[in-house]
């Protein structure tokens, strides 16, 4: 193995960090001041594909901070692949190359879109995105090299895909190298001295400051609702949350509902660069769970319509979302034609719910509907977005997601009489058109960006 220091050059490709806290009680070396920077070549063995060379280069702060996050900067990966592992795709004039970092506790995706000519050996580059990782309380930061795995697509000369289209290389160190890349020492959080009251406005002391009273530009922290959603499979890794609002047709009643904005908490897979049954596209999903007082329920939406057609009644419904909901997502990695920044796909949000009726009046009489007024059966929803278009949908930027329901007959409702179908009759059936509106993310790791999440404004409907 060759190590040496130099500036960094290289973009990813691939490979796998663990991350670890040190041993507080090692001898402790000078403090270092500059940045360290890593340029390295690891062996790995990939199977029955052979040996690879992966080369790693980066800079990684002088000293972290408990509790802080610590961020990789300038961090690049080539991979010297010989042509022998390529054996997979015997068609192939190009690959293109995707790889899965696992950095605990984060995923990085690494990918190089472009096709590189097949050689022997082939040289696959890439681009990456390294998330923070925070400091333990004590000890020292080790960034350790650990499995590597890549997917490689071939293409042949006229561009298109080859058959069979991929190969997969899992690999793992050779027992030989020296898997530690960089020791980050972490060092206590400063604490910060008490000062005295500024003095008021024209008070003797104080010296008004140009741009005083400027926004801070401190990342604010997320709500303490906005969680990992718990049980989520190891693939999902980005974690978000987001603020819900929208609004619902009740057909029989020629009426409408406003959904007041609730929590969402959002976790996602990475990027893909290519779906299974075709390379041109990317897939992504996503799963999604409301957050209100610690139960997956969106917030009372309160209504008002006419009964039968002319008797004035209210009424109050609350959805629980039964189980987490399944985002799925994909979109074209090529623009639309015509359509600069404009990019084909389609999002489908699965989920399933349980309506209740919290109270009634009719005429202004309360209606005793009872604490257990609700759907007899879940609602089983499916909503749409487009990718493109004035209704464009992004998971991270929020936009419209439509559906039409229907909504099931109600049980439980009435404490001095059965309500039941006179509820049904008024409610439940299909055809019911629903819109809900989800903003921007806030990040709940990293910086938290985007945090607290904004209150979605719905431009079709801006009074929602």
């Given at each position: 193995m060759r190590r040496n220091r130099r500036a960094l050059v290289i973009a990813a490709a691939a490979t796998s960090l663990v991350v670890v806290p040190g041993n507080a009680g090692a001898q402790q070396e000078p403090p270092r001041t500059e940045p360290l920077v890593i340029d390295t070549s690891l062996d790995y063995v990939c199977g029955e594909?052979?040996?690879?060379?992966?080369?790693?280069?980066a800079s990684f702060p002088s000293a972290g901070v408990a509790g802080e996050p610590v961020e990789p900067g300038d961090v690049g990966l080539e991979l010297t692949v010989p042509a022998t592992a390529l054996a997979g795709l015997p068609d192939a004039a190009g690959v293109t190359a995707v790889t899965r970092l696992g950095v605990l506790p984060e995923t990085w995706t690494a990918v190089l879109s472009d096709a590189v000519p097949l050689a022997d050996p082939v040289v696959l580059g890439g681009t990456v995105t390294v998330p923070p990782v925070t400091a333990p309380p004590v000890g020292?930061?080790?960034?350790?090299?650990?499995?590597?795995?890549?997917?490689?697509?071939?293409?042949?000369?006229?561009?298109?895909?080859?058959?069979?289209?991929?190969?997969?290389?899992?690999?793992?160190?050779?027992?030989?190298?020296?898997?530690?890349?960089?020791?980050?020492?972490?060092?206590?959080?400063?604490?910060?001295p008490k000062r005295a009251p500024?003095?008021?406005?024209?008070?003797?002391?104080r010296q008004d400051q140009p741009g005083e009273g400027l926004p801070s530009l401190a990342a604010a922290p997320p709500p303490a609702e906005c969680y990992h959603l718990p049980d989520a499979p190891p693939e999902y890794r980005a974690p978000f949350c987001a603020n819900v609002n929208g609004r619902a047709n009740i057909a029989k009643l020629d009426a409408a509902v406003g959904q007041p904005t609730g929590l969402v908490n959002i976790t996602a897979?990475?990027?893909?660069?290519?779906?299974?049954?075709?390379?041109?596209?990317?897939?992504?999903?996503?799963?999604?769970?409301?957050?209100?007082?610690g139960e997956p329920k969106y917030?009372?939406?309160?209504?008002?319509?006419?009964?039968?057609?002319?008797?004035?009644?209210?009424?109050?419904?609350?959805?629980?979302?039964?189980?987490?909901?399944?985002?799925?997502?994909?979109?074209?990695?090529?623009?639309?034609?015509?359509?600069?920044?404009?990019?084909?796909?389609?999002?489908?949000?699965?989920?399933r719910l349980s309506a209740q009726i919290l109270d009634a009046t009719v005429n202004g009489?309360?209606?005793?509907?009872g604490p257990d007024c609700r759907s007899a059966v879940p609602i089983d929803a499916v909503l749409t977005a487009s990718y493109s278009g004035p209704d464009k949908y992004s998971i991270t930027q929020g936009g419209p997601l439509m559906g039409t329901v229907t909504i099931?007959?109600?049980?439980?409702?009435?404490?001095?009489?059965?309500?039941?179908?006179?509820?049904?009759?008024?409610?439940?059936?299909?055809?019911?058109?629903?819109?809900l509106y989800q903003g921007a993310v806030c990040t709940i790791t990293g910086n938290n960006f985007g945090c607290p999440p904004e209150e979605p404004v719905d431009p079709k409907y801006p009074e929602t």
């Open positions: 594909a052979g040996p690879v060379t992966l080369r790693v280069t020292d930061l080790t960034f350790t090299a650990g499995d590597l795995a890549v997917e490689i697509t071939g293409y042949a000369g006229d561009g298109t895909p080859t058959e069979p289209p991929a190969i997969d290389l899992t690999c793992v160190l050779d027992p030989a190298e020296t898997a530690v890349l960089a020791v980050v020492p972490v060092e206590a959080p400063a604490r910060t500024s003095p008021e406005p024209g008070e003797p002391g897979t990475n990027l893909m660069i290519r779906c299974p049954d075709d390379p041109s596209v990317i897939c992504q999903k996503a799963l999604a769970l409301p957050e209100l007082n917030p009372p939406a309160p209504g008002s319509f006419y009964a039968f057609g002319f008797v004035p009644a209210t009424g109050t419904m609350q959805l629980t979302q039964l189980g987490v909901a399944d985002i799925y997502l994909w979109s074209k990695r090529t623009p639309i034609p015509g359509q600069p920044g404009e990019y084909e796909g389609l999002t489908t949000v699965k989920v009489v309360p209606v005793p509907v099931p007959p109600f049980s439980g409702c009435g404490t001095t009489e059965d309500l039941d179908p006179i509820l049904t009759g008024l409610i439940s059936g299909p055809g019911n058109h629903v819109r």
